[in-house]
């Protein structure tokens, strides 16, 4: 759970989700992003309130050493996580924890990834849930590789996806296309979104521009870097077109020019394409499970296709 400046909600959020995990085994980890208020004297609280000795249940903290934002102390958070799965949620109460049984269970099931999709979202401005909606279905349209639509951190992840997401060589990290990415066995519950128990949002408008920014760039860089490429065929066609019916070298020459550049371009674009890819680093493939080897089971353990489940 990473927590910027969460005074305020730390204590309540802590009971909910002691409360929701009760009949499982599992560790919290809270991940201080560099909060500048008592967020991680509290964290300090809750671990020396914890029932001691416990092995089924225990409380971490983690600190970091300044602010480094939502997606890395996520990260650090999965880097510290030793369980089976992992699920991230944010500290404000927005994501209800007592989803979390009914996560663990599909994930029981065979499900990698179990997405909390948003139905509702009670308690965000217009503007957010405005622009959250258009730029879920824009990043989906435009991504190399399909994103879950209306669907935060709040996931649960199999050890598989952990240990792929950590394992990352990418400095700037969208965690949500990384796993999308991976292409595990993924489904989602829908529930409704509460409003932030206690506190002010943690993401400014800044911090959120940065992250779509990050998205766009992480999973959708064949695109924008084609479209001069396109522009550039498409003004040399026009200027084909001009010539031969108006019969004007002349009238042609400005199209044929721009579309010369556009293209030059879009060469350019292609080769930093492949630097791109080369330095994001992502691997060639990802195992799902073996059969008849030494690390093969007899069974498959994945289910077939994808299913919603509300
Ligand atoms: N957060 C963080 N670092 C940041 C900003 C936010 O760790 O720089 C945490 C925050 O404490 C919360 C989660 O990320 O647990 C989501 O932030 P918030 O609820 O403020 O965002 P919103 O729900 O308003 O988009
Ligand atoms: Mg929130």
Same mark, same amino acid.
């Given at each position: 759970?990473?927590?910027?400046?969460?005074?305020?909600?730390?204590?309540?959020?802590? *009971?909910?989700?002691?409360?929701?995990?009760?009949?499982?085994?599992?560790?919290?980890?809270?991940?201080?992003?560099?909060?500048?208020? =008592?967020?991680?004297?509290? &964290?300090?609280?809750?671990?020396? #309130?914890?029932?001691?000795?416990?092995?089924?249940?225990?409380?971490?903290?983690?600190?970091?050493?300044?602010?480094?934002?939502?997606?890395?102390?996520?990260?650090?958070?999965? *880097?510290?996580?030793?369980?089976?799965?992992? %699920?991230?949620? #944010?500290?404000?109460?927005?994501?209800?924890?007592?989803?979390?049984?009914?996560? *663990?269970?599909?994930?029981?099931?065979?499900?990698?990834?179990?997405?909390?999709?948003?139905?509702?979202?009670?308690?965000?401005?217009?503007?957010?849930?405005?622009?959250?909606?258009?730029?879920?279905?824009?990043?989906?349209? &435009?991504?190399?590789?399909?994103?879950?639509?209306?669907?935060?951190?709040?996931?649960?992840?199999?050890?598989?996806?952990?240990?792929?997401?950590?394992?990352? =060589?990418?400095?700037?990290?969208?965690?949500?296309?990384? &796993?999308?990415?991976?292409?595990?066995?993924?489904?989602?519950?829908?529930?409704?979104?509460?409003?932030?128990?206690?506190?002010?949002?943690?993401?400014?408008?800044?911090?959120?521009?940065?992250?779509?920014?990050?998205?766009?760039?992480?999973?959708?860089?064949?695109?924008?870097?084609?479209?001069?490429?396109?522009?550039?065929?498409?003004?040399?066609?026009?200027?084909?077109?001009?010539? %031969?019916?108006?019969?004007?070298?002349?009238?042609?020459?400005?199209?044929?020019?721009?579309?010369?550049?556009?293209?030059?371009?879009?060469?350019?674009?292609?080769?930093?394409?492949?630097?791109?890819?080369?330095?994001?680093?992502?691997?060639?493939?990802?195992?799902?499970?073996?059969?008849?080897?030494?690390?093969?089971?007899?069974? =498959?353990?994945?289910? =077939?296709? %994808?299913?919603?489940?509300?």
């Amino acid at each position: 759970m990473p927590c910027y400046n969460e005074e305020q909600v730390l204590q309540r959020t802590h *009971a909910r989700v002691t409360g929701a995990l009760r009949d499982l085994p599992h560790e919290i980890i809270y991940v201080d992003d560099g909060s500048s208020d =008592a967020t991680w004297a509290l &964290i300090q609280k809750l671990l020396a #309130d914890a029932p001691a000795g416990s092995v089924s249940s225990r409380v971490r903290g983690v600190r970091l050493s300044r602010n480094f934002g939502h997606q890395a102390a996520c990260l650090a958070g999965l *880097a510290e996580a030793v369980g089976d799965a992992v %699920v991230l949620m #944010d500290a404000d109460l927005q994501d209800p924890p007592e989803l979390i049984p009914s996560m *663990a269970e599909l994930w029981f099931r065979g499900w990698s990834v179990v997405s909390a999709r948003r139905g509702a979202r009670h308690g965000e401005t217009r503007r957010k849930r405005a622009t959250a909606y258009l730029y879920y279905r824009l990043l989906s349209r &435009i991504c190399d590789q399909p994103v879950a639509l209306d669907t935060g951190d709040f996931r649960l992840l199999d050890r598989k996806v952990v240990d792929f997401v950590t394992s990352l =060589a990418e400095r700037e990290l969208f965690l949500r296309g990384a &796993i999308s990415w991976t292409g595990f066995p993924e489904t989602s519950i829908t529930y409704e979104r509460d409003p932030r128990a206690a506190g002010t949002t943690k993401y400014t408008l800044r911090k959120m521009l940065a992250l779509s920014r990050t998205g766009v760039l992480a999973g959708t860089a064949a695109l924008p870097l084609r479209i001069p490429a396109y522009l550039g065929v498409a003004l040399l066609l026009g200027a084909g077109g001009v010539g %031969v019916v108006r019969g004007s070298a002349r009238q042609a020459a400005p199209l044929g020019a721009l579309g010369m550049q556009l293209l030059a371009c879009g060469v350019l674009g292609e080769y930093l394409l492949a630097v791109f890819r080369q330095v994001q680093g992502r691997p060639s493939y990802l195992v799902m499970e073996r059969t008849g080897s030494e690390h093969g089971t007899a069974e =498959a353990r994945f289910p =077939a296709h %994808v299913e919603e489940y509300s």
